[in-house]
């Protein structure tokens, strides 16, 4: 035993001695006794106490200070909070103990990352207002939100040692919320390893397959580059340009995305080459005329694409990052995008806002964009949402990564999200201009409230007194700072909208001898396709859903003759050393009342309908698919795909209610799947694909539509199929026909359907 806690000993105090060697900016006596002070409190607070995987829990908090210090470059109070980050939440100490050591500023950072323990209201969800209170404090001080990613980037590092339903949560999560936060703060490299790690646990098949496939990809690419580069090396050289040059490596979760989004492959994406140029600066010529020149000297050995120069240097982006960005044709016929950027704009590109304070830079566009970020954050937290899932979604706006520049009558630039409308930009200016907008001018031509914007229009709003603002106007706004106006204005009168609908529903129903109960409006959300009862009851009130409709609606039978819904049952042994504080609910059915516990996985079986379970209809998953469930307060599992954009929202604002679930065979039961189709128009090939689908016994085909235009096709068939490998079988023999471009499967069916 005594030799066990030697080791413990041993291991913490390593792993401290290694914090230390990147405390660059705490070498001074004073500084280096706090982080000492504060380490050896938070060992003492933490004595005892292990992780999941069975280490010291102190080695945690060490692990993200270094983050803290060594990858974001942060001080003394950031390093001395990171330390006692877990101390209120996880023992006897308070944060008067933690104020009276090291003083008020410190205790209000470690507060910001103290998660409440309860809430007030049930329907709240305690993920949206643990984060809701961080939120809070970084209105005062940003280090609160990064040494929360350095928190989260640490937990990620170390999450196979949670249960899979815990892994799913915090990896959704991460991928939904803290990602973007840390790309809107301008710290790409964690960014970067936030988005890997997300996918890891999300889709592990798919982490697998891409990083194979990049190895395979940079192997075959090597003697390219350094063909590329070869001649930039000289050139810059001869122009005494001290500088690194090297290839640009890809995210795996980047190309992930673009295969989901793009519908592309590994090669295709592989087919453009990036470089980057980080050069050292010399004093008193301008950083710009710098990147210029480099610019020049590339575009001297290969043609430049006009259309595709994006200087980041004059105007920078939103969160900090400076660079010159030219794609030019490479002697291989590959285009190469080159970055070029001096050694600062690699720091800060890299850690973002973090090292903004290390450069005493006569650029403060940086900072000034962060704190019109910050005061639309203030915003959002002063008119908050009452539901948890809409909180969460206003926040996310204001994390967008793809920005577009506009200039005011004045000349004056303002970025906004890409597809801002003119409504988003009047708001940007003020609130009341927003209010009292009829239109606007782009670039001298007038354009309707709708009006999307692109780069470099200049627009001039138009006003009106006797204009208001109307609830319509959410459906086509996109930044969180116009939608949260627009929905202040009309607080008030929703509130009345929500009152007079919840009666009118309840004395219908009553009227037509129906009972009032999670059933029936679980119906009526379905048929409506709304998210929760308060939106059916202000649109009931509003007038926009007709209320004699609402009988036929809920007196109809839920079931179908093509999809059944089956029964959910559990298999496999709770691990009884599981630390894990979620109770067991229960599940009512109408002939028996099923335990759930959520530290199994459930096991989706081909059994009788069972009403208590059902498909998400935004997703559709079928047999096979990567899948989790969701169990509402109304206790009905809900099956999602785990690359369900919904499935994420859950993850993120509703963690303790998510399920690990998982396919057994299914040879009896059909699901709905849609393949879309293109390729060159020629004499027969309709026929061709039709005869494909019916000589196969595995798929039952319900309706196809084919449109051609300038010798071009395209094609959507709905199947029903027994489980992904059908479908795929079938996806490889249509993909074998003469002129089929390509063949895939639509992932968010409900557009379809």
């Known amino acids: 035993m005594s030799g066990e806690i030697k080791n413990d000993e041993q291991l913490v105090l390593e792993a401290y001695q290694e914090l230390l060697k990147y405390c660059n900016r705490s070498r001074e006596a004073e500084s280096s006794q706090m982080i000492d002070k504060a380490f050896h409190f938070a060992w003492k607070a933490h004595e005892g106490v292990r992780r999941k995987s069975g280490e010291p829990y102190i080695l945690h908090p060490i692990a993200v200070a270094q983050i803290a210090a060594k990858e974001m470059g942060l001080g003394t109070k950031s390093i001395v909070s990171a330390l006692l980050h877990d101390v209120v939440e996880d023992t006897e100490y308070t944060l008067e103990d933690i104020e009276n050591h090291f003083g008020a500023k410190v205790a209000q950072i470690v507060d910001g990352l103290t998660k409440i323990s309860d809430v007030f209201d049930q329907q709240t969800s305690l993920q ?78 798919d982490f697998e397959f891409i990083s194979k496939k990049i190895v395979e990809q940079e192997e075959k690419q090597r003697e390219i580059i350094e063909g590329i580069i070869a001649p930039i090396e000289i050139k810059l050289k001869e122009a005494d340009i001290q500088c690194s040059i090297k290839n640009r490596p890809r995210s795996i979760f980047s190309i992930w995305n673009k295969i989901q989004t793009q519908n592309t ?137 793809k920005e577009i520049q506009v200039f005011t009558p004045k000349g004056h630039i303002r970025t906004l999200p890409k597809q801002a409308t003119t409504l988003d930009f009047a708001y940007e200016i003020h609130s009341d201009i927003g209010n009292h907008c009829i239109g606007a001018k782009v670039n001298h031509r007038l354009v309707p409230l709708s009006h999307e914007l692109k780069s470099g229009d200049q627009v001039e709003i138009l006003t009106s007194e006797k204009q208001s603002p109307k609830y319509e106007w959410i459906e086509f706004v996109v930044t969180a700072r116009a939608k949260s106006k627009i929905k202040s204005a009309f607080k008030k009168e929703r509130k009345e909208y929500t009152l007079k ?137 809900t099956i999602h795909k785990r690359k369900c954009p919904n499935a994420l929202k859950l993850m993120t604002s509703q963690g303790d209610k998510i399920i690990a679930a998982d396919w057994t065979s299914h040879r009896l039961m059909s699901f709905l799947a849609i393949i879309e189709l293109t390729g060159i128009d020629k004499i027969g090939i309709v026929n061709e694909v039709t005869n494909i689908i019916s000589k196969d016994h595995d798929v039952n085909m319900r309706s196809l539509h084919f449109e051609s235009h300038d010798g071009i096709f395209e094609g959507l068939i709905h199947l029903y199929v027994h489980n992904t490998e ?9 993909i074998k026909i003469k002129g089929l471009d390509n063949v895939k499967r639509i992932e968010n069916i409900e557009e379809y359907s």
């Open 501 to 637: 609908g919840s009666r009118m529903i309840e004395y219908q129903l009553l009227d037509s001898g129906l009972k009032v109960n999670a059933k029936a409006f679980r119906k009526m959300l379905e048929h409506y396709q709304l998210s929760n009862k308060e939106e059916l009851f202000y649109k009931i009130g509003l007038g926009k859903i007709d209320i004699t409709e609402i009988d036929a609606v809920v007196r109809k039978k839920s079931k179908n003759k093509f999809i059944k819904y089956w029964k959910l049952q559990f298999f496999g042994n709770s691990d009884n050393n599981e630390e894990d504080d979620d109770e067991k609910e229960v599940l009512e059915s109408p002939e028996t009342k099923p335990s759930l516990d959520k530290k199994k996985t459930l096991m989706l079986t081909e059994l009788a309908a069972n009403e208590s379970y059902k498909i998400a209809t935004c997703c559709k998953p079928i047999p096979g698919d990567e899948v989790l469930g969701y169990l509402d307060k109304d206790n009905v599992v």
């Open 128 to 205: 949206a207002e643990n984060f809701r209170k961080m939120l809070l404090t970084l209105s005062d001080d940003l280090r609160v939100i990064l040494i929360k990613l350095a928190d989260r980037l640490h937990n990620m590092r170390t999450l196979n040692s949670m249960p899979l339903r815990k892994q799913m949560k915090i990896a959704g999560e991460t991928l939904f919320l803290f990602a973007p936060l840390a790309h809107r703060m301008g710290l790409y490299s964690i960014k970067s390893e936030l988005e890997d790690l997300g996918l890891r646990y999300e889709h592990p098949e």
């Open 726 to 734: 059908d479908l795929n079988n079938l996806i490889m023999k249509l």
């Open 265 to 401: 492959s590994i090669e295709e994406i592989y087919d453009l080459i990036s470089v980057r140029v980080v050069f050292q600066s010399k004093e008193g010529i301008p950083e710009k005329n710098q990147c210029w020149n480099i610019y020049s000297l590339i575009t001297d050995i290969y043609k430049p694409k006009p259309e595709r120069i994006r200087d980041w240097v004059s105007t920078p982006k939103a969160n900090g990052y400076q660079a010159l960005h030219v794609t030019a044709m490479g002697p291989m016929g590959n285009w190469v995008e080159f970055q070029i950027r001096t050694e600062k704009m690699d720091d800060i590109a890299e850690k973002g806002f973090a090292v903004h304070s290390k450069y005493n830079s006569d650029n403060n566009s940086g900072e000034s964009e962060l704190d019109k970020w910050l005061n639309d954050v203030r915003e959002i937290l002063d008119n908050p949402e009452a539901d948890a899932m809409a909180f969460l979604d206003e926040f996310k706006l204001n994390l967008f990564s």
